[in-house]
């Protein structure tokens, strides 16, 4: 089983930004979708983006709606690690934000129930 460490959260004045990384363990990583998950207080985890391998070096980031062109999905494969740049924040980004690795890139990539395994979370918080 994969195994994730999150890292980079933090407390944010609204309009400001945050970089969060999950390093994973795994031999494959590089043909992995990778995924970023948010679960604010009182409300159920939610999709935010996901990291997707195509075909040779060809990846593919889907965004949910309320973070489209604000927040960025990449990958550095030589560290088995994501990275979610959060820009312009709102209060209402304000959740744990969860990594998630879905190894045989099953669909659809906004469904939690297609992940294998998850990390710990990590705390974001934006004050306004």
């Known amino acids: 089983q994969v195994q994730l460490v999150e890292s980079g959260g933090g407390l944010v004045q609204a309009g400001g930004s945050l970089r969060l990384s999950c390093t994973a363990s795994g031999r494959t990583f590089s043909s992995y979708a990778m995924g970023w998950f948010r679960q604010a207080p009182g409300k159920e985890r939610e999709f935010v983006a996901v990291?997707?391998?195509?075909?040779?070096?060809?990846?593919?980031?889907d965004y949910a709606d309320s973070v489209k062109g604000r927040f960025t999905i990449s990958r550095d494969n030589d560290k088995n690690t994501v990275f979610l740049q959060m820009n312009s924040l709102k209060p209402e980004d304000t959740a744990v934000y969860y990594c998630a690795v879905n190894p045989a890139q099953r669909r659809p990539y906004n469904l939690l129930k297609s992940y294998d395994s998850w990390g710990q979370g990590t705390q974001v918080t934006v004050s306004s």
């Open positions: 990291h997707r391998w195509s075909s040779g070096s060809t990846y593919y980031a």
